[in-house]
């Protein structure tokens, strides 16, 4: 690749990351059309790798791009939400049951370490901090450097909807502290399982809050019965009418 596509590339993904630091703090807000040659302006690019950047921001659907006119963005809602947790529980579940039956005492420790840090997190930015990194350090632990980059992104997308507002930092702790000590036992099973109930709450509770109803909705049971249907061994979530 040339200099001058490196730079391109560069650039393109400083716009990519503008863009969805100002969706996170609502500087671009659903429903407005914002130019690209404002934002070209705004941020002193040319406009090139500002539309390079709106396409990959289309392409994941935080944005929609009107003709001649810029783009609009476009939150997460609640099927995203599904679906991106979909992929999450195929990703993270095996994850953990496999980091769990390796012989690694550094991946384990690496994990224990990061968890007594999430519980001592002294503010919000320090805690998801732990948070992403506990679960970066699970897939990584489990060899699937892929697998990590995929979350990290889709966690991007959530993350403009900001973090859930109904659970306490203890209460989310007490979601992953039996993920890490399943792991540091040596229970895949359990771990696996302790994995896929904190993925399912996150999700579940993400989905309600994009929707404006209560997690224990029919309607969000429905569709994370729906979008999770190639999921057979997924246990049973509030709201459904499923048996």
Do not use: K
Not at 25 to 33: D, H, K, L, S, T
């Amino acid at each position: 690749m040339s200099n001058m596509l490196i730079m391109a590339a560069s650039l393109s993904e400083q716009v990519v990351a503008e863009v969805r630091a100002g969706i996170r703090q609502r500087r671009y807000v659903p429903g407005e059309i914002y130019s690209v040659y404002q934002l070209a302006e705004a941020l002193g690019f040319s406009r090139s790798p500002v539309r390079e950047a709106m396409l990959r921001l289309s392409e994941a659907g935080l944005v929609e791009i009107s003709r001649n006119r810029g783009f609009r963005v476009l939150l997460p809602q609640a099927r995203d939400l599904a679906e991106i947790f979909a992929v999450r529980l195929s990703l993270e579940v095996p994850a953990a049951r496999r980091l769990a039956r390796l012989d690694d005492s550094q991946a384990r420790d690496d994990l224990v370490a990061c968890m007594n840090a999430m519980e001592n997190a002294r503010d919000d930015e320090e805690f998801w901090l732990h948070d992403r990194r506990l679960h970066q350090l699970v897939l990584l632990g489990a060899g699937n450097r892929r697998a990590a980059r995929i979350v990290a992104g889709l966690r991007e997308t959530t993350g403009l909807l900001g973090e859930p507002t109904a659970r306490t930092h203890a209460a989310i702790c007490s979601e992953h502290r039996p993920i890490v000590e399943a792991v540091r036992g040596g229970d895949g099973a359990a771990a696996g399982e302790a994995m896929r109930a904190h993925l399912t709450s996150t999700g579940l509770l993400l989905m309600a809050e994009a929707a404006g109803v209560s997690v224990g909705d029919p309607s969000i049971g429905g569709l994370w019965r729906e979008v999770s249907a190639d999921h057979g061994d997924l246990p049973d979530v509030p709201g459904s009418s499923a048996g």
